[in-house]
């Protein structure tokens, strides 16, 4: 049976972690870490200045080891100080909330996905377009162990490629399908809001909105508002190609 390595940025009592485990345990030996706390908007943090701790929850469908670090940290945590050999397969959410587009920058939950794909091990991030704490994460189930048992399958007969994927669901009752598309292009456009504590001592909140500026159709966004879940590839080569040949006019 395949060991899957299951984590997430929303803290080990995140109705989402616990739906994924439900759901993948059936199918596989699984582990699962998380952080005492939210971690979402954490990005790749790691810690470096402060010790790791490690204990283990046991009050959950399955016991989940707990500790006081990142997204990033946990995966790390998880694969040197609890498995003996790397798993399988590592899986991380699921998010409440987007995580298409620039998103995938500041997740935590997208940062555990990307740490193992970097040590080497296919990864797969699940978000949900909705906030709702209510949630049914049943109405998804199906489409999570297919893309599971999918991915699986990919990696017995594709060892060479790492998979590295941000799969995104619309917030409805029934999803139209899985469509395989890019990230889109868009921004979030902050504001500060300066205000007063009660030393008179001035803070900043941050606030901001979410700009769209992809005209295409077959991104995350696009496709999520569509009503079917965005399934996006993403890769760890960050260079742009397109500028390189121009650049080299800059070389001495």
């Not at 046991?58 to 080891?65: C, G, R, T």
């Not at 799969?167 to 500060?192: L, S, T």
């Not at 999520?224 to 390189?244: A, C, E, F, H, R």
Request: aromatic share 10%; charged share 25%; hydrophobic share 40%.
């Amino acid at each position: 049976m395949a060991k899957i390595l299951i984590t997430n940025d929303d803290g080990y009592r995140a109705a989402g972690l616990n739906a994924l485990i439900e759901f993948i345990d059936p199918i596989a030996d699984i582990v699962a870490i998380s952080s005492e706390t939210e971690m979402s908007g954490s990005g790749h943090a790691v810690t470096i200045k402060n010790p790791l701790r490690l204990r283990v929850h046991e009050d959950h469908y399955k016991s989940i080891y707990v500790s006081n670090g990142t997204p990033a940290d946990n995966v790390k945590l998880a694969v040197n100080c609890i498995f003996d050999k790397f798993p399988d397969l590592i899986l991380s959410g699921i998010n409440h909330g987007s995580n298409a587009s620039c998103n995938v920058f500041y997740s935590g939950t997208l940062a555990a996905v990307i740490e193992g794909a970097m040590l080497g091990i296919p990864s797969i991030g699940f978000s949900v377009d909705s906030y709702y704490k209510g949630y049914d994460f049943i109405i998804i189930k199906d489409y999570v162990t297919h893309i599971v048992k999918k991915a699986l399958e990919f990696i017995s007969l594709h060892k060479e490629n790492i998979l590295c994927l941000n799969i995104n669901f619309p917030a409805i009752e029934n999803p139209r399908g899985i469509k395989v598309c890019r990230m889109a292009k868009a921004k979030w456009v902050e504001r500060f809001e300066k205000r007063i504590d009660p030393h008179g001592i001035p803070y900043y909140w941050l606030d901001g909105d979410f700009v769209f500026t992809d005209e295409g159709e077959d991104n995350d966004e696009a496709i999520v508002k569509q009503g079917y879940i965005s399934l996006t590839p993403l890769s760890l080569d960050m260079t742009d190609y397109n500028i390189m040949d121009y650049l080299r006019s800059w070389e001495l």
